[in-house]
């Protein structure tokens, strides 16, 4: 799973130094909010696999895990241009 968001991370880069060169700069602020977007999404899933590690083999913790994990609200990402 890391390796594919440092392979995320590298191709965001390659697109948002492209949008730069051409000067699109509604390109470039997409690239903000996605670039925003991930590493929320990549702070989640890491402490999601930290909580996980410590609970892992300890079936009360993973039904703790499970009751915080349900109550959990989606939030739809907004994109303001």
């Given at each position: 799973?890391?390796?594919?968001?440092?392979?995320?991370?590298?191709v965001?880069?390659?697109?948002?130094?492209?949008?730069?060169?051409?000067?699109?700069?509604?390109?470039?602020?997409?690239?903000?909010?996605?670039?925003?977007?991930?590493?929320?999404?990549?702070?989640?899933?890491?402490?999601?696999?930290?909580?996980?590690?410590?609970?892992?083999?300890?079936?009360k913790?993973?039904?703790?895990?499970?009751?915080e994990?349900?109550?959990?609200?989606?939030?739809?990402?907004?994109?303001?241009?």
């Amino acid at each position: 799973m890391y390796g594919k968001g440092v392979l995320n991370a590298q191709v965001t880069q390659e697109f948002y130094s492209a949008c730069y060169a051409a000067h699109d700069f509604c390109a470039m602020q997409f690239f903000d909010w996605f670039v925003k977007e991930q590493g929320e999404e990549e702070k989640s899933s890491e402490d999601l696999i930290k909580k996980y590690d410590l609970f892992g083999n300890d079936p009360k913790g993973l039904y703790m895990l499970n009751n915080e994990l349900k109550t959990r609200v989606y939030a739809a990402p907004s994109l303001v241009l």
